[in-house]
């Protein structure tokens, strides 16, 4: 069976980063990505009830103190309705993120091109934040 999660997306907010340096890095913070298993799990993503992303690859971070986040690969997003953002923030555990906007709202996706070791695998994946609803396939309607 799978399960599909569908994100609301929302602006991440990260066009106005904290300011100051990046937290420290804490040797005892885990983070972890894994792929989910194609066909396990189903990640599609709505903006304005317009498709951005629809994906059964989904790579899975989890990340301690934070929701589990969803990286999906660029194949799998709608990469023409995004433009580059010069946003850029920094995370200790996963590296430098690189932002795409859509027209009426910033920052909507993130990536990072050169992730940590510890999180190599979502090199080039995008992920949204927003508010995440979970429908097994087989609901009734």
Do not use: N
């Not at 999660?5 to 972890?32: Q, R, Y």
């Amino acid at each position: 069976m799978t399960t599909t999660h569908t994100i609301l997306a929302e602006p991440t907010g990260a066009a106005t980063p904290p300011p100051g340096p990046p937290p420290p890095f804490d040797p005892d913070h885990l983070v972890t990505a894994e792929a989910a298993g194609e066909g396990a799990l189903r990640v599609r993503v709505l903006w304005g009830g317009q498709v951005l992303a629809d994906s059964t690859r989904p790579l899975l971070v989890r990340e301690d103190g934070l929701p589990v986040r969803y990286y999906l690969p660029p194949e799998d997003v709608r990469t023409d309705l995004l433009s580059p953002s010069p946003t850029r923030t920094t995370c200790p555990y996963k590296g430098v993120a690189a932002y795409w906007s859509l027209p009426d709202a910033p920052d909507m996706a993130w990536a990072y091109h050169e992730p940590l070791a510890a999180v190599a695998l979502i090199k080039d994946h995008l992920c949204f934040i927003g508010t995440v609803t979970e429908i097994p396939e087989d609901a009734p309607a």
